[in-house]
């Protein structure tokens, strides 16, 4: 009755093969893991950047895309509900999630987030044509003024540099528009003013720009300085002058920082290849857009120190 042992043989024989399948599976390299990228709306800063670190990451050995969201908040909630690996985030809204404030304060805390690094400044901008005679912040009482997109980071920077000045949204006719919505009604003359955060020169100013010569209304001395002192992500900011076309001063206004953001499913070995992956090819990424030539190795941690980051990411860049 040799039989059961012959059965016994070929059962760990065929176990055997499927764990080494299974091993080898699993083992296949970074490959093996879709690293999805969210970004923002295309006539942002965020959807260009982030498809060229999709690009670089993808030729260095991962599976990498980049897609379009509804940038920060939008970005911060697909990462807590593991639909993203990665994402472009302002710090301010990333500050609001590790501490449960603002926008996520009825959900409170999301514990699975993790920095990977600085890119860029976002600077806050409201901008008029320059035949609407709007020429400071306090002159848009009463008029209409698009906001950004309802519950976006952008709007969150709007309503408080509008509050730095005392203004509400009882003195105005906010309107929630993206970026792009909102580089349409200037144009068209529906909204008086539009704001956006973003790194210039901006997209979707730079299409209002072509069209109409425009206004970028000035943050004060004194309102950064109020803004800086409630908000510590704040930084003060000077626009060149010949940012965008006909544009021939420069302006004071206040930026945030564009941050990495990764989840808990980037883990220290893939949070270190990907990040050396992004700082040996800055060439390719800054080609992508002009706001990508302000990422540098030196900066890289700048404006993260409330968050906890990646192990990996930190030895690349420490």
Do not use: W
């Not at 301010?92 to 999630?97: E, F, M, N, P, Q």
């Not at 309102?223 to 940012?243: N, R, S």
């Amino acid at each position: 009755m040799k039989l059961p042992k012959i059965l016994k043989r070929i059962a760990t024989a065929v176990c055997t093969v499927a764990l080494a399948v299974g091993i080898a599976g699993c083992g296949g390299g970074d490959k093996e893991q879709f690293i999805n990228i969210a970004t923002g709306g295309t006539a942002g800063t965020y959807y260009p950047i982030g498809g060229a670190i999709a690009e670089v990451l993808n030729k260095n050995g991962m599976n990498a895309s980049a897609q379009s969201t509804g940038a920060s908040v939008a970005n911060i909630n697909m990462l807590k509900d593991k639909q993203v690996e990665l994402a472009i985030v302002q710090n301010d809204i990333t500050y609001y999630a590790v501490n449960g404030e603002e926008m996520f304060k009825e959900g409170g805390k999301i514990e699975n987030l993790s920095g990977i690094a600085s890119l860029y400044p976002e600077t806050c901008q409201f901008i008029v044509r320059e035949d609407s005679g709007i020429k400071a912040i306090t002159d848009l009482k009463g008029k209409r003024v698009a906001v950004g997109a309802a519950g976006s980071g952008a709007e969150a920077n709007a309503r408080q540099i509008l509050e730095a000045y005392g203004i509400t949204y009882e003195d105005v006719d906010e309107q929630f528009l993206s970026f792009a919505e909102g580089s349409y009604a200037i144009k068209d003359g529906t909204v008086d003013a539009a704001f956006v955060t973003a790194g210039y020169p901006t997209a979707s100013v730079q299409d209002i720009a072509s069209q109409n010569k425009i206004r970028i209304l000035p943050v004060g001395d004194e309102q950064v300085k109020k803004l800086a002192e409630k908000y510590p992500f704040y930084t003060k900011t000077i626009i060149p002058a010949g940012t965008y076309q006909g544009f021939d001063q420069e302006v004071e206004s206040v930026s945030v920082m564009a941050i990495l953001v990764a989840n808990d499913k980037i883990d220290a070995a893939l949070g270190e290849k990907l990040t050396k992956a992004i700082f040996d090819n800055l060439d390719k990424i800054s080609a992508a857009h002009s706001a990508a030539k302000n990422i540098t190795r030196e900066s890289a941690l700048k404006g993260l120190d409330f968050i906890k980051m990646n192990e990996g990411a930190q030895k690349v860049l420490k």
